[in-house]
């Protein structure tokens, strides 16, 4: 018989788990948290440093964004421009190269006006705003293409009032269908303002040559053209000054509206915010911005034969796919907003874009083929010209209720429709000579 005390310390040095001299190890749960601690940690470390590398500028602007799926088409344009003479293929795959790149220009813009403030960020958004648009044009007006310069920035004209503008009022539509949508009507009556202008100088050189009554024959029409698109110049440039130096006087046209500023204040938080540095904005914008200008070269010369492989006008090629590409950036932007029901933003995209187009991108064409000897003008001949008026009417019509709906989106993409199918049954008269 062994003592109690002895057998106590016996039953304890056995099996029991109080057994200070047990064989088992008894888990540490603060143990079984090290590899998992030490794995967040290793992760946590990795993402700072990409974050700190170059290589995360070069995944932000080149891999993050979805679109960006269609840059190899650019290089296989320039590969296809060598090795064969199929025109309609690399008018296509330059198409497609340029997509891409058009929105990525847009985005570096925006990155760069967070560190410029408001003023200098606004004239940045004035002009890299609608570069590809310009690129192509500076390019085509370089080689004489004068009517490819006057359709394709009136197609980004029409594209962005009835296309762009029509697909996020459906869309906005749809998924709030159970409400009506409301934007602020002061700022739609300032841009119609605008856009009506721009007819005005459109509308009159075209009139003054087709009814042959000018003073100089082919002399007072470009003469007038310049004088307007000075005058253009002008009055944007008083637009801007009064959107971006008067904003503590006048309401912000793109502010929203007081309804919408409660429900955006938790997305501005989380959207306001650069995702990459003002060196690396820049240096982003003039790589694009020149990748751009090579790419052009090799869309506009294959334009010609493009018309003649797929038996289209060059009308159509240059009023209803040309803008496919400047305007993929705001059509998805026009979207996005429209659907967060933000669509004060909608329309500063999509009617913004049309005023900066017509008041500021064509005029500034006007000047520099003045420059460059050649004699572009405003002349946009009588079929093109009416086509711009009818639509500035139309949406005029449908923005003057400061509301939106399924079914106005709806009637501007068929309006569009309508534009695209007239374009491609239009023959213009002066294709040979441009």
Not at 121 to 135: C, D, H, S, V, W
Not at 247 to 255: K, M, V
């Amino acid at each position: 018989m062994l003592p109690v005390n002895e057998k106590a310390g016996h039953a304890l040095s056995e099996d029991s788990p109080l057994s200070l001299k047990s064989n088992r190890k008894v888990p540490d749960p603060l143990d079984l948290e090290v590899p998992s601690l030490t794995r967040e940690v290793t992760h946590s470390r990795l993402i700072k440093k990409l974050q700190n590398s170059p290589l995360k500028s070069i995944y932000t602007v080149l891999i993050k964004a979805k679109i960006n799926v269609l840059l190899p088409f650019g290089p296989l344009a320039i590969f296809l421009h060598y090795l064969t003479q199929k025109q309609g293929w690399i008018f296509f795959f330059s198409l497609l190269g340029i997509t891409p790149l058009a929105e990525r220009l847009g985005y570096a813009t925006e990155q760069l006006a967070f560190y410029t403030g408001p003023t200098v960020g606004g004239l940045l958004n004035a002009t890299f705003g609608n570069a590809t648009e310009m690129i192509i044009s500076m390019y085509a007006l370089k080689v004489g293409m004068i009517r490819v310069v006057q359709q394709s920035l009136l197609g980004s004209i029409l594209s962005n009032m009835l296309l762009v503008l029509g697909c996020a009022f459906f869309t906005g539509g749809i998924v709030h269908h159970q409400k009506i949508q409301r934007f602020d009507k002061s700022a739609a009556l300032v841009n119609s303002g605008l856009l009506l202008m721009a007819v005005m100088g459109i509308t009159f050189p075209a009139v003054l040559h087709f009814t042959h009554t000018e003073v100089h024959f082919g002399k007072s029409e470009l003469a007038l053209s310049r004088f307007s698109s000075c005058i253009m110049l002008v009055a944007y440039a008083s637009y801007l000054f009064f959107q971006l130096k008067s904003q503590q006087i006048h309401q912000n046209p793109y502010e929203p509206v007081d309804g919408e500023m409660v429900d955006n204040a938790e997305d501005s938080d989380n959207d306001d915010a650069p995702e990459i540095s003002r060196g690396e904005a820049i240096t982003w914008l003039a790589i694009l911005t020149l990748w751009v200008s090579v790419l052009s070269g090799y869309l506009v010369d294959a334009i010609g034969g493009a018309s003649d492989s797929w038996n289209m006008p060059v009308a159509f090629i240059s009023v209803i796919l040309l803008p496919i590409v400047g305007n993929a950036a705001e059509h998805a932007s026009a979207i996005m907003f429209a659907m967060k029901d933000k669509l004060d933003i909608t329309l500063g995209v999509a009617i913004g874009s049309s005023t900066q187009i017509s008041m500021f991108v064509i005029p500034f064409c006007v000047v520099i083929g003045w420059m460059m000897g050649q004699p572009m003008d405003l002349n946009f001949r009588l079929f093109e010209t009416a086509t711009l008026f009818v639509t500035v009417l139309v949406v005029a019509f449908m923005l003057q209720e400061g509301t939106s709906n399924y079914f106005k989106g709806l009637m501007l993409v068929l309006c569009y429709l309508i534009v695209a199918a007239s374009f491609f049954v239009h023959i213009d008269s002066k294709e040979g000579d441009s």
